[in-house]
């Protein structure tokens, strides 16, 4: 016989912590698409190279909130 176990299941989140997750990150991202845009539309010489890496910055974290403590819940 063998002495294969499996884990117990970790206790899941509750579905609102999983719902915010996701509209939070989902709303950040929509937010980056919309900077890089005005940025890389040329309104303001100025302003528009922290809006294009205020974008790309706002992108990135929309896909790399929802992974802090990925390992906790998986």
Known sequence: ???????PRVKSEPTGAALGRFI????????????????ASGGNPTLDPYMVVGGILAVG????????????RG
């Open 24 to 39: 939070g990150a989902f709303v950040l991202f929509l937010g980056g698409i919309v900077l890089f845009g005005s940025g």
């Open 1 to 7: 016989m063998s002495d294969f176990q499996v884990n």
């Open 61 to 72: 974290l929309a896909f790399g909130l929802p992974m802090i403590g990925a390992h906790e």
